[in-house]
Nanobody, 127 residues
Framework: QVQLIESGGGLVQAGGSLRLSCAAS????????MGWFRQAPGKEREFVAA????????YYAGSVKGRFTVSRDNARNTVSLQMNSLRPEDTAVYYC????????????????????WGQGTQVTVSS
């Protein structure tokens, strides 16, 4: 059974940084793509970034490109999202997701593309 557990959320001032982590277990994830999504109150869940576990190829939403970096640690079975230059509009619950897929990570960017989800972690950016 796939289990994804996020951590690292919190409150930060605009311009600050946070690092989210997603601990993955229950599978060998080498053929998986891992995604980060976020959902603000009253809004749909939106794609943030994705990484292919075996190759490390990444893809980002335009709104975070250049500010956020997704990475994976094979030894620890974790995926991280480094968030810099945070803005109030980045405030949301952030979710880690996984799917066993050979598709390009740039083509799996909706929440329907992913099969497994973490419980989410709150990120709040104050102005």
């Amino acid at each position: 059974q796939v289990q994804l557990i996020e951590s690292g959320g919190g409150l930060v001032q605009a311009g600050g940084s946070l690092r989210l982590s997603c601990a993955a277990s229950g599978r060998t994830f080498t053929t998986y793509a891992m995604g980060w999504f976020r959902q603000a109150p009253g809004k749909e869940r939106e794609f943030v970034a994705a990484i292919r576990w075996n190759s490390g190829v990444t893809y980002y939403a335009g709104s975070v490109k250049g500010r956020f970096t997704v990475s994976r640690d094979n030894a620890r079975n974790t995926v991280s999202l480094q968030m810099n230059s945070l803005r109030p509009e980045d405030t949301a619950v952030y979710y880690c997701a996984a799917v066993k897929s050979g598709k390009r990570v740039g083509s799996i960017i909706t929440h329907r593309d992913y099969d497994y989800w973490g419980q989410g972690t709150q990120v709040t950016v104050s102005s």
